[in-house]
């Protein structure tokens, strides 16, 4: 398996600007989490999903955050308008659910820088 | 909800000792407890976990120990290697499709 896939893996823009991140989980993972790291806060989570439905966003930090799974295959992170506060490493990760004994798999991470 | 706390934030070793991460966490419903390594410019990697019905879990220079009474559990790299050098996450959830509550995290360094 390729293990989860992100992209874009850096992305530079500028603030006001629509950001999009996507991701890729695990065949038949169906969890999909969505983290932000600094560090000054370390690895938050922002929103996750079950079966593409999203199940606690409390960690998504204001209305410019917005996150949706349309299939099993792929979900997306958006940033709308980003500021140079959203500064981060953006990671997806996956997992197959309570039951079957998998941990949470990481993404390598798209590093966002806001100017 | 749950609090993770990791301590040592910083580590320096030599190669071949050992080194050892601890963790604490709050809610005695979590049952689950994954270790993460990351590299610079990776994602956090599973390196091992274990579950609340086992006390100990060892995987070649790795092991990690659950004391559920004391809510602390911890990992133990033995022989350390260069190679072993990376920040490394705790975490508990009550299940592994659950919410992880990830601990602040460990930046190991092995010296040669």
């Known amino acids: 398996d390729a293990g989860v896939i992100q992209s874009p893996r850096h992305e530079v823009t500028e603030m006001g600007q629509e950001v999009t991140l996507r991701c890729k989980p695990i065949?038949?993972?169906?969890?999909l989490f969505w983290y932000r790291q600094t560090m000054m806060r370390g690895l938050e989570l922002l929103i996750y999903?079950?079966?593409?439905?999203?199940?606690?966003d409390s960690g998504m930090p204001e209305d410019r955050f917005s996150a949706k799974m349309p299939n099993a295959s792929f979900s997306t992170l958006k940033i709308q308008p980003s500021e140079p506060r959203d500064s981060a490493v953006y990671f997806c990760?996956?997992?197959?659910?309570?039951?079957?004994?998998?941990?949470?798999?990481f993404g390598p991470g798209t590093r966002l820088t806001v100017l | 909800g749950e609090n993770v706390e990791q301590h040592p934030s910083t580590l320096s070793v030599q190669e071949g000792d050992s080194a050892v991460i601890k963790c604490t966490y709050s809610?005695?419903?979590?049952?689950?407890f994954p270790w993460y390594k990351q590299e610079l410019g990776k994602g956090p990697q599973l390196i091992i976990d274990?579950?609340?019905?086992?006390g100990e879990k060892k995987d070649q220079r790795i092991a990690v120990t659950l004391n559920k009474t004391a809510k602390h559990f911890s990992l133990h790299i033995t022989e350390t290697q260069p190679e072993d050098s990376a920040v490394y996450f705790c975490?508990?959830?009550?299940?592994?499709?659950?919410?992880?509550?990830f601990g602040t995290g460990t930046s190991l360094t092995v010296i040669p």
């Open positions: 990760a996956s997992s197959r659910g309570l039951t079957s004994g998998t941990s949470q798999y």
């Open positions: 065949s038949g993972h169906d969890y």
């Open positions: 999903f079950n079966n593409n439905v999203p199940i606690d």
């Open positions: 809610d005695s419903a979590s049952n689950y």
């Open positions: 274990i579950r609340s019905n086992v």
């Open positions: 975490a508990a959830s009550m299940n592994t499709g659950n919410q992880f509550y």
